[in-house]
């Protein structure tokens, strides 16, 4: 790990699938370039490529209607691919250098967005020793918290932090013995939160709270079960693109305010540095962005 770096990572990390990550690593990814940033962004998941798919969408809707970088930006993406190297160890070594290589071509970025699969692997791994912060979006259930911490049947009390929470912890460590300056910021969201005061919802409250201050992390209140979000995928559309020259639809109803209410409020929460402006609903000309669809048609060149 280089012990000095100028771009901020962000990791959007869970390993379980359907959590909302590749919906809150868009929502960032388009919020920090209408505030003006230079973003770079890095799907790990080599198979399903969500994020490349939102992304591959909103240059090829850009194409379709004719519009410029300014009207709809692009950022700025490299493929990756894992390593398929007979010997566990030689693959282990290729995807750390291809990692590292590919993380080093986004110098140029004030951040970079990489999205991992719902999945333990070990490019994942070594994304999160790299993270600046890391938003783990997780459903409002007790399935979804399995993944963080254990939970006795019986008696509801925390034994101990489960799978990903001790990758995190380990990314910690990582990071530390590299020295690398500054820590790791965790951040935890709440999806698909229920508007009613359900026993369900108080009990993740309180284990939450108690879970935050024994593996340090933040909480933060994410995205509502909204039928928007999966619209606006086939666009590559986010809810800061309604009401703007590149919306496919307008900015039509309270649901669509209060959804992106809840954008600004995540983002708030993230505390990010050099992040002035970010989550206004107006567009404004990203810093020297690419123009779409080309850098995903270099990448796909590239892969």
């Not at 909302?20 to 399903?48: I, N, P």
């Not at 979006?137 to 006795?152: E, H, T």
């Not at 879970?211 to 933060?220: N, P, T």
Request: hydrophobic share 40%.
């Amino acid at each position: 790990m280089s012990t000095e770096r100028n771009t901020h990572v962000i990791v959007t990390g869970n390993e379980k699938g359907g959590s909302g990550k590749t919906t809150v690593a868009m929502h960032l990814v388009v919020s920090l370039m209408k505030a003006g940033r230079k973003v770079g962004v890095l799907d790990l998941d080599t198979r399903q490529k969500s994020l490349w798919r939102y992304l591959e969408n909103r240059a090829q809707w850009g194409v379709s209607q004719g519009l410029t970088a300014e009207d709809l930006p692009i950022p700025k993406m490299l493929p990756l691919q894992g390593s398929e190297h007979d010997s566990h160890t030689r693959r282990v070594q290729d995807d750390d250098e291809r990692l590292r290589r590919t993380l080093a071509a986004f110098s140029d970025c004030d951040f970079l967005v990489i999205d991992t699969p719902g999945a333990d692997t070990h490019l994942s791994r070594t994304a999160h020793c790299y993270a600046d912060t890391i938003v783990t979006p997780m459903n409002d259930s007790f399935v979804d918290f399995d993944l963080l911490a254990k939970v006795c049947p019986t008696t509801g009390e925390i034994l101990g932090p489960s799978l990903y929470a001790e990758t995190v912890w380990k990314a910690r460590q990582t990071r530390a013995q590299s020295g690398v300056t500054g820590g790791i910021d965790w951040v935890v969201m709440r999806n698909r939160m229920q508007a009613t005061n359900a026993k369900n919802k108080a009990a993740m409250a309180e284990k939450l709270a108690d879970l935050s201050k024994r593996i340090q992390f933040r909480q933060a209140r994410g995205f509502g079960e909204r039928v928007i979000y999966r619209e606006l995928f086939r666009y590559g559309m986010t809810l800061l693109d309604l009401g703007t020259k590149a919306s496919p639809r307008k900015l039509s109803s309270m649901s669509h305010l209060a959804a992106r209410q809840e954008l600004r409020s995540m983002l708030s929460c993230l505390r990010l540095p050099m992040a002035e402006g970010v989550g206004e609903p107006v567009a404004q000309p990203a810093k020297s962005q690419d123009s779409a669809p080309a850098p995903l048609a270099e990448a796909r060149r590239a892969a």
